[in-house]
């Protein structure tokens, strides 16, 4: 089983951002992802999450309006997208199989003028 998120991303504030989760090894539609993110010198905030079997989603009250979850079950990919960059989400983001312990290997975002 793996999850392999894409490369560190570098945005100027009031930018987005769409970080990608790719799974193998298991039934994409069988567990929900979550996205969670730990920024520097912090523990870890859990953002939300999405169904892939029918990307439902829930999202945490702090990012509502600005995250948008999707999953695409033709390439088993989930996606985070994050729009209105400030320099407090400058953090790395993680996708996990809620419930397991499969995680991806995190995905440096820096937002920085």
């Known amino acids: 089983v793996q999850l392999v998120q894409s490369g560190a991303e570098l945005r100027n504030p009031g930018a987005s951002v769409k970080v990608s989760c790719k799974a193998s090894g298991y039934t994409f539609t069988s567990y929900y992802i979550d996205w969670v993110r730990q920024a520097p010198g912090q523990g870890l905030e859990w953002m939300g999450r999405i169904d892939p079997e029918d990307g439902g989603t829930k999202y945490a009250q702090k990012f509502q309006g600005r995250v948008t979850f999707t999953a695409d079950t033709s390439t088993s990919t989930a996606y985070v997208e994050l729009s209105s960059l400030r320099s407090e989400d400058t953090a790395v983001y993680y996708c996990?199989?809620?419930?397991?312990?499969?995680w991806g290997q995190g995905t440096q975002v820096t937002v920085s003028s």
């Open positions: 996990n199989a809620w419930g397991t312990n499969y």
